[in-house]
């Protein structure tokens, strides 16, 4: 298996995993998740809005919008396992890059 199979592989894994959490924590009432720990006001409205396309829900996009920084847990990982799905493996690496000059 090469480095970059592998990398798919563990993308794939942890998207599956994020999933099974999701769904656990949709049925465990509200946990309201503060975004403002991890992301910028900005990257906050563009992650929220993205929930909003990818759920296929966008008319949701402006009331999510006035509780930043509060979003709901389920959403967010559901959210992260849809973009590790899709997204290619240089996108990822980039955020990553991004992420670390942060810290």
């Known amino acids: 298996m090469t480095k970059t199979e592998l990398r798919e592989a563990t993308r794939n894994?942890?998207?599956?995993?994020?999933?099974?959490?999701?769904?656990?924590?949709?049925?465990?009432?509200?946990?309201?998740?503060?975004?403002?720990?991890?992301?910028?006001?900005?990257?906050?409205?563009a992650f929220v809005k993205a929930y909003g396309e990818v759920n296929g829900d966008p008319e949701e996009t402006p009331h999510r919008l006035k509780l930043l920084p509060s979003f709901p847990d389920n959403c967010a990982m559901f959210l992260c396992a849809e973009?590790?799905?899709?997204?290619?493996?240089?996108e990822i690496q980039e955020l990553i890059v991004e992420l670390k000059k942060k810290r």
């Open 83 to 90: 973009l590790l799905r899709y997204s290619r493996t240089d």
């Open 13 to 45: 894994l942890a998207a599956h995993l994020l999933d099974i959490a999701s769904t656990e924590c949709a049925h465990h009432g509200c946990n309201d998740f503060d975004l403002s720990n991890f992301l910028t006001y900005e990257q906050q409205v």
